[in-house]
């Protein structure tokens, strides 16, 4: 059967690395001077088409994207790419207009991503959603923070949207278990290499599909060894951004400022409570234990366990510097930041 994208795209001959892609969409001029579209590694294209032939059947899927730990290396960029590349098959092969925006189809925190999943999938369902830098909630499964289990409650929701979730994060080994090896199809790790005279070059990757993903990650994991497992392909992109330059730069810029003061005042809230339990101590006469079992009588959703009010305390010691207050436990202890110290009451 004839597919209807063939007239847009271009390839030297059917050995060639890259096909080009989306020529409709990108005119001569807009990344090559003699060829319309941006290239595509072949390979990665065809795994891009396995997942547009079959995502109309009821499915979903989501794609990472990481970097072997290091940021501005073009992980943002191959994911404009292949947002693109499905949002623009979508229309020639499915029929499906879709929105293809930063504002629309990019976040850059978790509160976000659920807000403009449930969005976009509701109005949009086939849309592709970026979540562009999503180690900032997800990496560290041990320090799970609010947002985080927002994210992995809306990754474990979002398959009635039939949607190509993309996260982009700096490591992959960060992930939490369920979302690195289950909920996930592929993972593609964007790296750069020096060149003949050790210049810097941006847009090499090494894709990783199911069962090559799950091997790497458990044999991996530990030493954060990137080859521990061999990848299933290489190839490489282009330096290309398929959405508005612009219009992302200004909307990332904004999205860490807003991180920074959401940060600023969880610092102030945190060393606020610090504060408190030394008054509690010291002018109420309460024990550690005996806080907790106070504090438990009035909680809602969670009880506090046993592990973490010291766990709070050995933190703050080393955050504020604060060799001042003798809690009569050792503040140099080692921490397993895995367990959240909190119990649900349901």
């Given at each position: 059967m004839e597919d209807p994208r063939d007239k847009y795209n271009y390839e030297d001959n059917d050995e060639s690395v890259n096909v080009w892609v989306c020529g409709d969409w990108f005119p001569v001029g807009s990344f090559s001077k003699t060829i319309a579209g941006f290239p595509m590694n072949r390979l990665l294209k065809k795994q891009m088409d396995y997942l547009i032939q079959n995502v109309v059947d009821d499915w979903d899927f989501t794609l990472l994207i990481c970097g072997e730990g290091e940021v501005r290396i073009g992980k943002s960029t191959l994911a404009q790419q292949l947002s693109t590349y499905w949002t623009w098959s979508m229309l020639h092969l499915h029929k499906k207009k879709l929105p293809h925006s930063v504002k629309e189809n990019m976040v850059f925190t978790g509160q976000d991503l659920i807000v403009r999943g449930n969005k976009l999938?509701?109005?949009?369902?086939?849309?592709?959603?970026?979540?562009?830098?999503?180690?900032?909630?997800?990496?560290?499964?041990?320090?799970?923070?609010?947002?985080?289990?927002?994210?992995?409650?809306?990754?474990?929701?979002?398959?009635?949207?039939?949607?190509?979730?993309?996260?982009?994060?700096?490591?992959?080994?960060?992930?939490?278990?369920?979302?690195?090896?289950?909920?996930?199809?592929?993972?593609?790790?964007?790296?750069?290499?020096?060149?003949?005279?050790?210049?810097?070059?941006?847009?090499?990757?090494?894709?990783?599909?199911?069962?090559?993903?799950?091997?790497?990650?458990?044999?991996?994991?530990?030493?954060?060894?990137?080859?521990?497992?061999?990848?299933?392909?290489?190839?490489?992109?282009?330096?290309?951004?398929?959405?508005?330059?612009?219009?992302?730069?200004?909307?990332?810029?904004?999205?860490?400022?807003?991180?920074?003061?959401?940060?600023?005042?969880?610092?102030?809230?945190?060393?606020?409570?610090?504060?408190?339990?030394?008054?509690?101590?010291?002018?109420?006469?309460?024990?550690?234990?005996?806080?907790?079992?106070?504090?438990?009588?009035?909680?809602?959703?969670?009880?506090?366990?046993e592990k973490y009010i010291p766990r709070f305390i050995i933190k703050m010691v080393r955050t504020l510097k604060d060799n001042s207050f003798d809690w009569e436990m050792d503040t140099n202890e080692e921490i397993d930041d895995d367990e959240t110290g909190e119990d649900s009451k349901d």
């Open positions: 999938g509701r109005n949009n369902p086939y849309s592709t959603l970026i979540f562009d830098e999503a180690g900032a909630d997800l990496e560290g499964s041990k320090t799970m923070k609010q947002t985080t289990q927002a994210v992995r409650d809306y990754l474990r929701e979002c398959g009635q949207y039939n949607m190509l979730n993309i996260l982009v994060l700096p490591e992959f080994f960060d992930l939490p278990k369920g979302v690195a090896l289950s909920r996930s199809i592929a993972m593609i790790n964007v790296y750069w290499l020096p060149d003949e005279n050790g210049k810097f070059e941006r847009g090499f990757f090494k894709f990783y599909n199911k069962p090559d993903k799950k091997k790497l990650y458990l044999f991996g994991k530990k030493d954060l060894d990137y080859n521990a497992q061999q990848e299933t392909f290489y190839g490489q992109f282009p330096r290309f951004y398929t959405y508005d330059e612009k219009e992302y730069k200004l909307a990332k810029l904004e999205a860490l400022k807003n991180r920074e003061q959401t940060g600023s005042k969880e610092r102030k809230f945190n060393e606020f409570a610090y504060s408190m339990l030394k008054i509690v101590r010291d002018k109420l006469g309460f024990s550690l234990d005996g806080t907790r079992k106070e504090l438990n009588k009035y909680t809602i959703n969670y009880k506090i366990t």
